[in-house]
């Protein structure tokens, strides 16, 4: 709606252009901004939507081989809103996979299709961590002995087990264990070690943080 200048003259000096906040006949919930010389552009006011029980919260996850997600909790979300989610890793990156060990930023992007309504602000980030999974790889050393040979290496039968593995993920380990020393005796200190990996990616073995447990 164009507003003839002359019409409202008496309301605003010419030498200092601002908002006018009534003109008679014109319905008063309209705000009025200047547009050019000699007129007065007349928009509808918009309506701030109330975001006061939108959740959107920072969480922290443990790796479970699938995707993790955090989503808006909004109780009293308008019919008319509509919400996009995007997730970028550590550099800042755009993925579309976020399920492995790392930080990533979650953002939320508001859409409002109704024009009598606005959203402020359009958009809200939070971060999103993806803790290792512990695996554990047991190995039974009871009953576990040697003749006397000088040295402290054992010799290892039998293989650990391994729990916590998701999946058809699997690991390979080099397990070497030692007693505490050469000399011949009994309830000796055993010292387990082992070099684990894995052979199904490259980033799975990131995935796990492994606990080698030795039951004397």
Known sequence: VSVDCDAVKALVADTHPQPIPYIPGVDANYSFDYAGVGTIVVVPARTQIDTTNLIFVSA????????????????????????????????????????????????????????????????????????????????????????????TNITLDSQPTVAGLLGEDSITYDLTAKFEDANVGVGKKITLNSTVATPVGATDLNNYNIILVGAD
């Open 60 to 151: 922290t996850y443990t790796y479970n081989g699938e995707n993790q997600f955090i989503v808006i909790s909004w109780s009293d979300m308008p019919s008319y809103v509509s919400v996009a989610y995007s997730y970028t890793d550590a550099l800042g990156n755009a993925v579309a996979e976020h399920k492995n060990v790392g930080s990533y930023k979650v953002t939320a992007s508001f859409t409002v299709s109704n024009t009598d309504y606005y959203m402020e602000p359009e958009s809200y980030t939070v971060d999103m961590v993806i803790g290792a999974k512990d695996v554990t790889v047991t190995f039974d050393s009871t009953g576990l002995s040697k003749i006397y040979d000088g040295n």
